[in-house]
């Protein structure tokens, strides 16, 4: 179980964002995060709890090891409007993602 | 570049049957397990279905278990997701994606088709 917080969150333009993801037991760092945009597909963020994936804009990171996850938005930018998905991975199925946590401005 | 291009979706009644594809291009297909995913409308992301690399292994949600089935074409570079018996509840976005590496994250997506089931 990927248990993220808070569900949704209202901030202002270059607000830090901090997006939280628990697991139910410990995973060392086989942790992904995505950005949805609205009525588009999920997109790779971050894996390894805390590598940005080519083309990531230097202001998200990711951090946490074990049952405690961060997402941090630096600055957040009118284009980081979103929905954001944790993800479990390094194990067989069933693949575990988090409930989501809905960015607004 | 790497592509993901799915196509299938549509309007279906309840018990019917819907064949999704996933055309891939800009890699070597027969070196990445693929997957199914689905968003309800206004929901979360939902793991569907898995399959190797070489398609000798593949699991399947227990939501549809029995009633879907995922193949893949390595001569077309085409994924598949084969949907019988379809429910209401089947109703969503259905994504395909990459894994990066072997039960690992999923590094590319597709665009994503709507799959409606409705009387």
């Known amino acids: 179980q990927m248990t993220q917080s808070p569900s949704s969150l209202s901030a202002s333009l270059g607000d830090r964002v901090t997006i939280t993801c628990r697991a139910s037991q410990g995973i060392s760092d086989y942790l992904a995060w995505y950005q949805q945009k609205p009525g588009k597909a999920p997109k790779l963020l971050i894996y390894e709890a805390s590598t940005l994936h080519s083309g990531v804009p230097s202001r998200f990171s990711g951090s946490g090891s074990g049952t405690d996850f961060t997402l941090t938005i630096s600055s957040l930018q009118p284009e980081d409007v979103a929905t954001y998905y944790c993800h479990r991975y390094n194990t067989a199925p069933p693949f575990t993602f988090g409930g989501g946590t809905k960015v607004e401005i | 570049q790497v592509q993901l291009v799915v196509s299938g979706g549509g309007l279906v009644k309840p018990g019917g049957s819907l064949r999704l594809s996933c055309e891939t291009s800009?890699?070597?297909?027969?070196?990445?397990?693929m997957g199914w995913i689905r968003q309800a409308p206004g929901k979360g992301l939902e793991w569907v279905a898995y399959i190797s690399a070489t398609t000798n292994v593949f699991y399947h949600a227990d939501s549809v278990q029995g009633r879907f089935t995922i193949s893949r074409d390595s001569a077309t570079n085409s994924l598949y997701l084969q949907m019988n018996s379809l429910r209401v509840e089947d109703t969503a976005v259905y994504y395909c994606?990459?894994?990066?590496?072997?039960?690992?994250?999923?590094?590319?997506w597709g665009q994503g088709v709507l799959v409606t089931v409705s009387s």
């Open positions: 994606a990459r894994d990066r590496g072997r039960y690992s994250f999923f590094d590319f």
């Open positions: 800009g890699f070597t297909f027969t070196d990445y397990f």
